[in-house]
C-alpha cells in the first residue's frame, strides 16, 4: 500500500497566463510529494510539461482547454492521454456570454514503484447548482448540463473501473460536498457516489477553510476508488479558490489493468 499526494485548483479566469503558470510552478515546488495537479479554468492560457512535470492540456476552440492535468513524471509512467467529452453545449452566463462546453482531460498512469495503473480526470461542472432557481433564465441548462456530465462521467468511470485502473477525479463541481445528499441527478454524489468516494464526505473539514468563499463550502473535491487518508485546502496564489490536496492510499496493480486502452 502507498500514498498518492493529490491536488485541484481552480486558477480563476481572471488570472493573467504567465501569473497562473508562475503559481502552478510554485504549488509544485511548495509540495515535493504531490503526484498529480488537477487545474480548472485554464482557458486560453496553454500549459507545457517541466522539469519533472507531464502536462495534459486539450486544444480546442469550443473550451476543450478549461481543464489541465499535470503529473510526477518520476512517480508515473503515461500510458494514454484524451479528452472526455461530457457535454455537447454550455449555457448562457450571467454576463450574457457563452460557457463552452464540457470537456474532462483524462490521462492513464503507470505507478513506475509498484506497477499500480491509475486514471485520473480534471472535472468543472456548470455554477449555481446549488441555488438554481432566479440565478438567471439558463438554470435548467445548467443543471441538464450538469446532470448529462455526470452521467457521462460515470459511465466512463465504470469502464475504467473494469479495465483495472484506479479512478480519481478531481476538479471544482460546485456543489458543496458536506451537504450534497444525493437526492439530485445534477449533483456528484447521486451519479457518483457508488464508485467515487469524495474527499471531504469521508474526512470532513475539520478546521480547514472553505475550498471557494467563506464558512465550510467545499466544492474543489477529489473523487477517488481509493481510500482517502487526509484532505486539506490551502491558500496558493492568485486565485479565489483555494487548492485542495488529499492522500489517498493505493495499493497494488490489478492484473487486469490495460495498458493505454480506452474504455
Do not use: K
Not at 3 to 25: D, K, M, S
Not at 205 to 230: K, L, N, Q, Y
Amino acid at each position: 500500500m502507498s500514498i498518492l499526494e493529490v491536488g485541484t485548483w481552480n486558477v480563476a479566469n481572471g488570472v493573467p497566463a504567465p501569473v497562473a503558470r508562475a503559481a502552478i510552478a510554485d504549488v509544485w515546488a511548495a509540495h515535493p510529494d504531490l503526484a498529480v495537479l488537477a487545474l480548472q479554468e485554464m482557458r486560453g492560457r496553454r500549459l507545457e510539461p517541466f522539469d519533472g512535470v507531464g502536462c495534459f492540456h486539450p486544444n480546442g476552440s469550443e473550451g476543450e482547454d478549461d481543464n489541465a492535468l499535470m503529473w510526477s513524471t518520476r512517480r508515473f509512467e503515461l500510458l494514454d492521454a484524451y479528452a472526455l467529452l461530457l457535454s455537447d453545449a454550455g449555457w448562457r452566463t450571467v454576463r450574457g456570454g457563452m460557457a463552452p462546453r464540457r470537456v474532462a482531460p483524462v490521462v492513464l498512469l503507470r505507478n513506475v514503484s509498484d506497477d499500480s495503473r491509475h486514471a485520473f480526470a480534471s472535472v468543472h461542472l456548470p455554477p449555481s447548482l446549488e441555488t438554481p432557481d432566479g440565478i438567471n433564465r439558463e438554470a435548467r441548462t445548467r443543471l441538464a448540463v450538469a446532470g448529462g456530465s455526470l452521467r457521462r462521467l460515470r459511465n466512463h468511470v465504470d469502464g475504467l473501473c473494469l479495465l483495472g485502473f484506479e479512478v480519481h477525479v478531481g476538479g471544482d463541481w460546485n456543489v458543496n460536498a458536506l451537504t450534497d445528499d444525493g437526492e439530485h441527478d445534477a449533483w456528484p454524489e447521486a451519479a457518483l457516489g457508488e464508485l467515487l468516494t469524495s474527499a471531504w464526505r469521508t474526512c470532513g473539514a475539520g478546521d480547514s477553510p472553505a475550498t471557494f468563499g467563506d464558512g465550510a463550502r467545499m466544492i474543489d473535491d477529489w473523487r477517488t476508488t481509493a481510500h482517502v487518508e487526509s484532505v486539506r485546502a490551502l491558500d496558493a496564489g492568485p486565485s479565489d479558490h483555494r487548492l485542495v490536496l488529499a492522500r489517498i492510499a493505493v495499493g497494488p496493480a490489478s492484473p487486469s489493468a490495460g495498458d493505454g486502452v480506452q474504455p
